[in-house]
Structures are given as C-alpha cells and as structure tokens.
C-alpha cells in the first residue's frame, strides 16, 4: 500500500462518508485446502447449491499477480443466496494471494468483494489506485467477468476486490453441482 495523505471525509449521514465508492458488499471468499470438506460444512449450515469450475489458463484471460503476467489455477466455487455470493477458492498451481493466504493464515474468509456502485470497471480500478490500494491478482473469465483483488489487507485487514459480470453475464455450465443440480 502507498503512503497517502489522510484526509478525513465529511460524514454524508449516519450511512455515508463523502469519500463512499465501495457500494454494495456482494460477496464473501473463503480460501481452502479442500474445497469439498468446506463445501460440506457450509452446506449442513444452508449455505448451497454450490457451482464449482477450475480457473486456469484456459478459462480465465489475462492473469496477473502482483502486477506482471502470472498463470495461476484455482478451485473455484460458488453458492448465491440472496443478494450474497459466496465463494470458496482452492489454489492448484502457480502464483497467487490465495496460496499466499493459505501459506500464511491457514484457511478462513480471504476477501469480501464490493460493487463499487455499478462504476465503469477502468474507474473502479482508478478509485482504489487514488487511494492507495494496487491490483494484487486479476484476470478475466468466462469471457466477460473482470475482477481484481486489491492490497487492502494492512490498512483494512482483509483483502477486497471488485467484479463485474456484463448484464448478459451467464454462468458456463459448471464441472459440478454440490450436494446436487437444482431442480430444471
């Protein structure tokens, strides 16, 4: 993280700050070394179905790490309830801040991820950048879902990134359904 200037933000209302970009919270990450035992843990608690892909080379376009091309794979799931994602990812191979995390911490929640109020994706970049916090890890999926992992973790504690799905967004057919497909 860069060493800025703190200014303190006017107070808006008992919501806001004048310096608000953040939005939404949409979800909640878990990093794991098996992402099947968590996934059943997490199920006994309602949290599910789960769509689970792998995330490498193949599927996921522009990979970086800590600012340079990086080919990473990863174990990745994900169950929506509500207006929340959660996600689970196992790293594979190669570079990573899931890898870091888990070298690091062990298992547990590794990153919340925020709308940034619906801002163009350059923009959202910008926001965090002004602020301090450069792009850790990114890439694009599925042919339309940028995200980026920001260096939020010692300010913040915790790692925060931002994604957009384009509104025509559909979820590829995942490897698997865990505990089952839903209902067609």
């Known amino acids: 993280m860069t060493s800025l200037p703190v200014s303190i933000p006017d107070v808006l209302d008992e919501y806001r700050l004048s310096n608000s ?7 909640i990450c878990i990093v ?6 968590t996934i059943e843990g997490l ?3 309602g949290i599910g179905p789960w769509r689970v892909y792998t995330f490498s080379s193949s599927n996921v376009q522009d990979q970086t790490y800590r600012g340079a091309e990086s080919e990473f794979s990863l174990k990745v799931a994900f169950a929506i309830n509500d207006n929340i ?3 689970l990812m196992q790293p594979i191979e190669g570079r990573s801040i899931m890898a870091e995390f888990l070298e ?8 919340v991820a ?11 970049i910008k926001m965090f950048a002004e602020r301090g ?14 995200f980026a992992f920001f260096d939020t973790e010692a300010a913040t504690t915790t790692c925060f990134e931002t994604y957009h799905f384009p509104p ?5 057919e995942p490897e698997e359904w865990l505990p089952a497909p839903p209902p067609r």
């Open 114 to 124: 925020f709308d940034c109020n619906g801002a163009p994706w350059e923009e959202r």
């Open 85 to 87: 994602t959660w996600e």
């Open 43 to 45: 199920i006994r608690l």
């Open 104 to 111: 690091n911490h062990g298992e547990g929640i590794h990153h």
């Open 133 to 146: 916090f450069e792009k850790t890890q990114s890439g694009l999926w599925a042919d339309g879902n940028s």
């Open 21 to 27: 970009f953040l939005g939404n919270v949409i979800e």
């Open 32 to 37: 794991t070394a098996d992402y099947r035992k």
């Open 168 to 172: 025509d967004f559909e979820y590829p």
